[in-house]
């Protein structure tokens, strides 16, 4: 098989299967869970083999033609591709496995599994898309599949509204993408990712600053940056597997990758943009992680946090970036190896979460926990080795990549450094004051103390992904994968090397150690008891977003759209169209009453008729 | 076999079964056996045309000619009449003791239809056309008496005396004509007339002879008879009136058009005022209807003003799109018209409101008013999108802006009420009455190849077109050549 073929293979067969499902398999949930599993299995398989095998080439159709504007439809399967192409593929198949066991009793898992089909395809377009149109096809579908399952328990209230507000929120994000992307059309003539990267005239000083940022709209709502960040706890609504493949290892990341994609239309300002929304997410979020209950709005939180380090990554390196001499762009390096290596952890610790979910009856308070490390071994070590490489313990996939950030910061920006250092403080405090409830202390609900160890689909995707979490920093792992995407991460050298390594083990040990020794696993939460003022300061900080967009939905736009419904009913609605409609019917009435359904009258009019086209043809007038 | 026989295999076949199903009328309540015959007949037919397609030959001195435009619409008619007879049924709404009687009306009618596209000249042309038109008459007033009504035979004569006014007008006019040319044959007089086209008396006569067509196909103000013929004949009778006499009028059309000039510029103006007064009319009043038929005869009405942009355009292009948009009307009217056929309880007429529900009680009979609708609305991927696009381009070519606007602003205005006919059909509240409708094979069969014929007429237009382009360069037309279309 030919490269070409196996990309199209790869991005078909869950087309296929999602088809099939949803057209034959909804109602058998065991026949589709079958052709999901093999189907993601299979294009694991040719992922692997076409990212090993080394070939990089782009290949493209056209699908449309407008006059002078086609939009096409083709590959760009580059290294960066490849990396992408890695996380979701072999992620993604971990994470179908998981859902084996974790779905197993759902009614609904013909629908579920055809969701993460569809997703599945949706996301490998955004991966091999070869121009931003294409792209944005997928970014779309990708939206939708997320609605899907986020939604997929619509029996309840709850995760139908989580569903329609994720949708939503990336609406408006989505909104900007689209304009930027076609002002750059506009701008440069075309959106193919390769052409763009031969094109050097930037459209003037307007132009070449607001077609990044505007693309970076659809990174900030598909990778929740602030301040459209508040659909992400939300979507925490639905499956636990889809949290971890969608809402943490590959979804969200689409936003870092789209911006790595475009990174030849960057410039210094719309960078410096960009890392400060990095910055101030990751912030954001680690405050916010720090006062919630629920297993997976920790989780969701800290995703968030992650986010926003790539983001700031990318806008710190621009590719002024001098590496032993040579000009690279490190930010894109930087970013997606902490892409990959997040979507490792991520995953592993959304996974152990809902391993321990499973085990507990579907218990998610982490007050309510406690004491399941010797409950549920298995899942206890792997989600250690999950924290353990979140919070950049040494020689852990978090470590390597949370370095090369920090490396970037130092010397680029202080104040970015400062905070992201911060950060990691807090990562590391609210990570291990998770882990410290849920598996130390006294077992506290009655769900916990019959919690049992999780079956064996379920544990050996927490394995793999533990390893790779463990492994996965490492330059030989990674750089097998990411080719000359690895040789972009920035290392550091001398004087800065120690810096780094020094604060990064510092920010590490505080975090977790006052954590540690803060909190007690206990039935309430520590920092409430003691400092209620810090307490509600945070918890208003999370909350102050929804609340100001419920105010600006319900008392600004509501009212405007009430306004503009009254004009519409009036002038529009009214006068318009029941105004035309209403002259049109009364001249069909009239017309009808011609036909009175006498003869005579007939004749006359057939005689009239005939006299008038005579008259005519004769020339009268 | 014989080669004199073999051009006119159609016209013989029919003839042939027209006697043999008189024949079948003599016994007594042979019904069955006269629509076996009737069906046995239209099949016969179709093959022969197909195999007649491309023969050449002349009869009774050049009057009567088969070439590639007669034989192409032959083919066009038979398949048109198979249709209506497998869409006759058994005939539930004609008085039972002359049921056979009914399928030799409509083989003779057939007949006359078929010989009407071959005529070249004005004799042999009025021969055919009362031919065709005589029998229809009859059909229509063979509808059952219900509960005393007695619509039929009021409609029955309405239709005739307008059928025969209006053929007196076009004789009167065929009479100046000749009086200027001195010939009956149209190819000649087409060459006699040319030098004094310009004079109001070739004008009044080829005006007054355009009428008798003009009531065939129901332009305005020579359609008064459509709707209440449509209302008063059985559903049967209407769908045949609604359809094949269209295409035979079309065609008559084409020959007598193409009498005058080119570079008139009087008929030209005369046509698109009466494609535009019909246009507005037919759709203004069919918004007012409830009875569908009704409403199917004011729409009929509107179509035929549409077919006559095709003309106003006056080359061979429009006369191509002109003749393409009907058959894609006859397609789409018959599909409709099945509908009305098999939902009708024993016979009856159909108010809209009684199509509540269909999607439930017979799914493909709602898909195929929904595709015949849609067509008739000039939805794409519909062939009466394709029509219609046809006729505005061939039209907006030879600069009658204005008319093409007037066009389009119609069919907005027409969506109204077809649409409103399918939200009837597809969510209108049916009174818990789920009944299926049980639909033969026949029948089936029928409404697949309808949607289908609709359908790939609409993507694939091209080989039709170019095999009607290609039969009127065949005719010698006095006209610049076909735009590329």
Redesign the interface.
Do not use: E, N
């Given at each position: 098989m030919t490269p070409v073929t196996q990309a199209l293979l790869v991005l078909l067969l869950p087309l296929v299967s999602a088809a099939v499902i949803a057209l034959f398999l909804r109602r058998q949930g065991g026949i589709a869970t079958l052709v999901s599993v093999s189907v993601a299995a299979a294009l694991a398989a040719v992922s692997l083999n076409l990212i090993l095998g080394g070939e990089r080439f782009t290949a493209s159709m056209e699908w449309l033609r407008f006059g002078n504007f086609a939009v096409s439809l083709g590959f760009k399967f580059d290294d960066l591709a490849a990396v992408m192409l890695f996380v979701v593929s072999f992620v993604g198949f971990f994470i179908h496995l998981f859902s084996t066991g974790y779905m197993r009793e759902d009614a609904a898992r013909g629908r579920y599994f055809g969701g993460l089909s569809i997703f599945m395809f949706a996301m490998l377009g955004i991966v091999f898309a070869d121009n931003l149109f294409m792209m944005f096809i997928f970014w779309e579908l990708v939206g939708f599949s997320s609605y899907l399952l986020i939604g997929h328990w619509h029996e309840r209230q709850s995760a139908s509204d989580a569903a329609k507000k994720a949708f939503i929120v990336n609406r408006v994000g989505d909104f900007g993408f689209l304009l930027g992307i076609l002002m750059c059309y506009w701008v440069h003539g075309t959106v193919n990712l390769t052409e763009l990267g031969a094109t050097h005239d930037g459209g003037g000083i307007i132009y070449s600053r607001l077609i990044p940022l505007l693309l970076f709209c659809g990174a900030i709502g598909k990778s929740a940056m602030m301040p459209l960040q508040v659909w992400l706890p939300d979507a925490m609504e639905g499956p636990t597997p889809v949290s971890a493949l969608i809402h943490a290892a590959t979804m969200v990341a689409a936003g870092i990758y789209m911006l790595c994609r475009i990174e030849v239309l960057m410039v210094p300002d719309a960078l410096q943009v960009i890392m400060w929304v990095g910055t101030t997410t990751a912030l954001y979020a680690a405050l916010c992680a720090i006062v919630q209950r629920d297993i997976k709005k920790v989780l969701a939180y800290s995703t968030l946090s992650q986010l926003g380090y790539m983001v700031a990554a990318f806008g710190l390196g621009s590719s002024s970036f001098e590496l032993n001499g040579v000009a690279i762009a490190a930010g894109v390096g930087a970013a997606m190896f902490h892409l990959t290596t997040h979507a490792f952890f991520k995953a592993l610790l959304f996974l152990g979460s809902g391993s321990v979910i499973h085990g507990c009856q579907h218990e998610q308070d982490i007050f309510k926990m406690g004491g399941l490390k010797s409950k549920m071994p298995l899942t206890f070590w792997t989600f250690t080795i999950g924290v353990a490489a979140i919070i950049g313990m040494p020689g852990f996939a978090g470590f390597f990549s949370k370095d090369a950030i920090l490396l970037l910061a130092l010397q680029k920006n202080p104040a970015v450094f400062a905070i992201l250092a911060l950060t990691a403080v807090l990562t590391a405090f609210y990570m291990v004051r998770m882990w410290k409830l849920v598996f130390f202390g006294a077992t506290r609900s009655e769900h916990a103390a019959h919690a049992h160890e999780s079956g064996f689909s379920m544990t050996l995707p927490l394995i793999v992904l533990a390893v790779l979490s463990a492994v996965g920093g490492y330059s030989g792992i990674f750089g097998r994968i990411a080719g000359s995407v690895a040789y972009l991460v920035p290392h550091a050298e001398g004087a800065d090397h120690t810096t780094i390594l020094i604060v990064s083990l510092a920010v590490m040990i505080v975090g977790a150690g006052s954590a540690w020794w803060f909190y007690k696993s206990d039935a309430t939460d520590t920092l409430e008891a003691k400092s209620r003022g810090l307490f509600r300061g945070l918890t208003v900080l999370k909350e102050s977003f929804d609340v100001l967009y419920d105010y600006y939905v319900a008392k600004v736009q509501q009212r405007f759209a009430m306004l503009l419904n009254f004009l519409e009913q009036i002038f529009l609605a009214g006068l318009i169209i029941r105004g035309c409609?209403g002259l049109?019917?009364l001249?069909?009435?009239g017309?009808?009453a011609l036909?009175v359904?006498s003869?005579h009258a007939?004749?006359y009019?057939?005689l009239?008729?005939?006299v008038?086209?005579?008259a005519?043809?004769?020339?009268v007038f | 076999m014989n080669a004199f026989i073999m051009p006119f295999l159609p016209e013989l076949i029919l003839l042939l079964g027209g006697l043999v199903i008189f024949v079948i009328t003599l016994g007594d309540s042979l019904e069955k056996r006269a629509r076996t015959a009737a069906i046995t007949i239209a099949l016969a037919l179709l093959a022969a045309s197909v195999l007649c397609f491309g023969q050449e030959a002349v009869l009774f001195d050049g009057a009567y000619r088969i070439d590639a435009f007669s034989q192409l619409l032959k083919l066009i008619i038979s398949a048109g009449f198979l249709a209506i007879v497998i869409l006759g049924g058994n005939l539930p709404d004609i008085r039972p003791a002359i049921k056979p009687e009914y399928h030799l009306f409509l083989t003779l009618s057939m007949t006359g239809l078929v010989m009407l596209v071959s005529c070249v000249d004005i004799i042999t042309l009025v021969i055919a056309l009362e031919l065709s038109a005589f029998p229809l008459y009859f059909l229509v007033a063979m509808r059952r008496e219900r509960e005393g009504q007695r619509i039929q035979m009021e409609s029955a004569?309405?239709y005739i005396?307008?059928g025969i006014?209006?053929n007196g007008?076009m004789l009167f006019g065929f009479s100046y004509l000749y009086g200027l040319t001195g010939t009956t044959s149209l190819p000649e007089m087409m060459v006699k007339l040319q030098p004094v086209m310009h004079t109001?008396?070739a004008?009044?006569g080829?005006?007054?002879a355009f009428?008798g067509i003009f009531y065939k196909l129901a332009i305005?103000?020579?359609h008064?008879?459509t709707?209440?013929v449509y209302q008063g004949s059985s559903n049967e009778t209407a769908s045949l009136i609604a359809s094949l006499p269209k295409v035979g009028g079309v065609a008559v059309l084409v020959r007598l058009a193409s009498l005058a000039s080119p570079d008139n510029t009087?008929i030209p103006i005369?046509l698109s005022a009466l494609a535009i007064v019909s246009m507005f009319?037919g759709n203004?009043?069919?918004?007012?209807?409830k009875d569908l038929k009704r409403l199917l005869g004011f729409s009929g009405i509107a179509h035929a003003g549409y077919a006559l942009v095709g003309f106003v355009a006056f080359n061979q292009a429009g006369f191509a799109s002109a003749l393409y948009y009907i058959t894609g009307y006859m397609v789409m009217v018959i599909a409709c018209f099945v509908v009305i056929c098999r939902v009708s309880r024993d016979g009856s007429n159909v108010a809209i409101s009684e199509l509540a529900g269909l999607h439930r009680r017979s799914p493909l009979l709602a898909l195929t008013l929904i595709v015949g609708l849609f067509a008739l609305a000039g939805l794409p991927p519909f062939v009466g999108f394709m029509g219609k696009l046809g006729l505005l381009t061939t039209a907006l070519a030879r600069g009658h802006l204005a008319l093409v606007i007037i066009a389009v602003l119609n069919a907005a205005?027409a969506i109204?009420y077809y649409l409103r006919v399918i939200r009837e059909a597809v969510f209108g509240d049916d009174g818990g009455d789920q009944t299926p409708i049980v639909l033969d094979r026949s029948t089936q069969a029928l409404c697949v190849l309808l949607i289908v014929a609709i359908i790939v007429l609409g993507v694939a237009p091209s080989p039709i077109i170019n095999a009607i382009s290609g039969s009127l360069a065949g005719l010698n037309l006095p006209l610049p050549p076909a735009a590329v279309y």
């Open positions: 409609a049109v019917g001249m069909g009435l017309g009808r036909h359904g003869l007939y004749v009019w057939f009239f008729g005939l008038l086209l005579w005519y043809a004769a020339g | 004569i309405k005396m307008f006014a209006a007008v109001p008396i004008i009044v080829l005006t007054l009428c305005f103000p020579f008064f008879w709707p209440d009087l005369l009319y203004l009043i069919a918004l007012a209807q205005i109204y």
